[in-house]
């Protein structure tokens, strides 16, 4: 019996290294595809360097590389502007591929600002904006990172508003003794300004979050400054002066802070510069 056991593992353990030799042969293969697809990539053949790259992917699944080339070389098809139906199914695939990338690596930033990018450049702006929000709310991801996603998301709200405030049918400017006063009336259209003041109040909303998660970002307090003074507008256009005076102190608390958080990043970037050694 002790025979026959041994001339049964014999053969098991050949094939076991064979297998482990198949492997090694494999990644060295996948390694070579990758080579070719930067090269391919360099010199902007685009669908070659795709195809070597999910070759690679074939030889060796566990390649952690692959996926991003093939994300990267999707996205290198899109052409920015061109809003044919091949063209956004390509940026789409490429949002797909990051995706895949982000499901074993969620902290992969480029990826993460890949997919942003393709949506943005694709007009996708609900798609965008869950895709922000997903970031913003993750526990799985750092505060800081949280905080900026929020701020985003905040900035496109002052812009919403800003684009309606702004319009020269919407304010007045009067000039007396050389100085020039700026003041706002209601849109005529009431939905425009029910638009405006939605997002104001959102905006409000996600800036106070990113402040929660990063109370000494100057970013978030700069947007909070920009939308209080979008709201002292709107309530300028309603004409309800208490609520103007009012929202008008809190921007000033805001604008104090932001530019007290200026005034420290300057002098902390100061103080590194005088630390750093002398170069040359």
């Known amino acids: 019996m002790k025979l026959s056991r ?11 290294v064979f297998t482990s030799g198949c492997s090694l042969i494999n990644r060295i293969r996948a390694k070579n595809e990758l080579n070719e697809a930067a090269r391919a990539y360099r010199e902007s053949h685009f669908d070659e360097a795709e195809q070597r790259s999910r070759r690679a992917l ?8 692959a996926p991003i080339f093939i994300a990267r070389t999707i996205h290198a098809q899109y052409k920015p502007g061109v809003s044919s139906p091949q063209n956004v199914a390509k940026a789409n695939e490429a949002i797909e591929a990051y995706k895949r990338i982000l499901e074993k690596d969620p902290q992969n930033e ?4 890949a997919i942003a990018f393709l949506y943005e450049r694709i007009k996708a ?3 965008l904006r869950q895709w922000i929000i997903a970031r913003a709310s993750s526990d799985q991801i750092e505060k800081e990172k949280r905080a900026e996603a929020y701020i985003v998301l905040a900035s496109k709200d002052w812009n919403c508003s800003f684009q309606i405030t702004d319009l020269p049918t919407n304010k ?3 000039v007396e003794n050389n100085k020039a006063t700026v003041s706002y009336k209601k849109p005529k259209d009431q939905k425009d300004f029910d638009t405006a003041q939605m997002c104001v109040q959102r905006g409000l909303e996600e800036v106070e ?3 929660k ?3 000494n970002s100057e970013s978030a307090w700069s947007y909070k400054t920009n939308l209080l003074l979008e709201a002292v507008k709107l309530a300028e256009m309603d004409g309800k002066t208490d609520k103007k005076t009012e929202l008008d102190k809190q921007r000033e608390i805001a604008q104090k802070r932001t530019e007290a958080l200026s005034q420290q990043k300057k002098k902390e970037e100061e103080a590194r510069k005088q630390a750093s050694p002398p170069t040359g």
């Open 6 to 16: 041994t001339r049964i593992a014999i053969p098991t353990a050949v094939l076991v």
């Open 58 to 65: 074939e030889l060796d699944p566990e390649n952690k590389t």
């Open 110 to 113: 480029e990826a993460y600002k």
């Open 125 to 127: 702006e609900d798609k």
């Open 172 to 174: 007045i400017t009067t």
């Open 209 to 211: 979050n990113a402040i």
């Open 213 to 215: 998660l990063d109370p």
